[in-house]
């Protein structure tokens, strides 16, 4: 079993910047691709970025490209949304998640087993 917890989130100005942090526990954290969505009200959760386990390799959406960084620390069993030029429709409940392989091709929510309850990202115009 594998828990999650996010944390960093809060309100920020547009063009601001926040680091969401996702802590992991239970089983071997380095051993499962990571991944953050979001989800607006009203709105379908959305990928926005994955980090393949125990390396750099990265996937980001499209429209947070240049702006959003993933990391992970396996030693604190850590993955990290450095998020830059935040925009007000960029508003949502982000949230980490986690599976056993690696695809980039497949962001469907739904076959990442563990999530975390998610953290509220707000960004003013």
């Known amino acids: 079993q594998v828990q999650l917890v996010e944390s960093g989130g809060g309100v920020v100005q547009a063009g601001g910047s926040l680091r969401l942090s996702c802590a992991g526990s239970?089983?071997?954290?380095?051993?499962?691709?990571m991944s953050w969505f979001r989800q607006a009200p009203g709105k379908e959760r959305e990928f926005v970025a994955s980090?393949?386990?125990?390396?750099?390799?990265?996937y980001y959406t499209d429209s947070v490209k240049g702006r959003f960084t993933i990391s992970r620390d396996n030693a604190k069993n850590t993955v990290y949304l450095q998020m830059n030029s935040l925009k007000p429709e960029e508003t949502a409940v982000y949230s980490c998640?986690?599976?056993?392989?690696?695809?980039?091709?497949?962001?469907?929510?739904?076959?990442?087993?563990?999530w975390g309850q998610g953290t509220q990202v707000t960004v003013s115009s």
């Open positions: 239970g089983r071997t954290f380095s051993s499962f691709s």
């Open positions: 980090i393949k386990w125990g390396s750099t390799t990265t």
């Open positions: 998640a986690a599976r056993r392989y690696w695809d980039p091709a497949d962001s469907r929510s739904d076959t990442y087993r563990y």
